[in-house]
């Protein structure tokens, strides 16, 4: 998954457990057996006063040449007892384009932007639902959701839930029983 990120990406344990099915501790494992068997380099920046600061992980697709993977433990030529400073977690990015491509790959359902302004994504699957439950004014709901969507900036994690949440909140309601249903005027007939 790590390799699948730009170059540029930021990613943390804590980052990377909040968008996988496993936790921290399997993470962190993970970690380790990469580092044993030489895919995975890990380096810790030393601060100006002594103190250790950020990991950097380098991840490789096949290990450097070597014959055994070598680990690299920092030493401290002189402690300094001091308040540890907490350092800021680096997250990954919270780029929701970024968020929804790794929920489309990890999903493996492609999506195809569907309504005037390009921003109702529905896959194959979906559109196929839509079309079944309202085979007459399918593409008239998209258009509807799709100019909503542009003029309010609002965002929806599923479009065809959206579209058939709003379906059911058009549907008029069943009367109620109601003794002035049975009312009338003298000389007019029920």
Known sequence: MCISFPDSWNYSVNGLAAICVEGRDAIMTIL????????????????????????????????PKSDSPTVVKPTQEAPILAEPALEEATQLSTNELKKEEIKE???KEIRHKHGVYGNVLLSEEELGRLQSEFPYDYEERIERLSEYMASTGKSYKNHLATIRNWARREKPQKQTYSPSMYEFKEGESL
């Open 32 to 63: 380790r057996e990469l580092e044993e068997h030489g895919y995975l380099t890990r380096t810790r920046e030393r601060l100006p006063s002594g103190q250790l600061g950020t990991v950097e992980y380098v991840i490789h697709e096949v290990p």
């Open 105 to 107: 790959t990890k999903n």
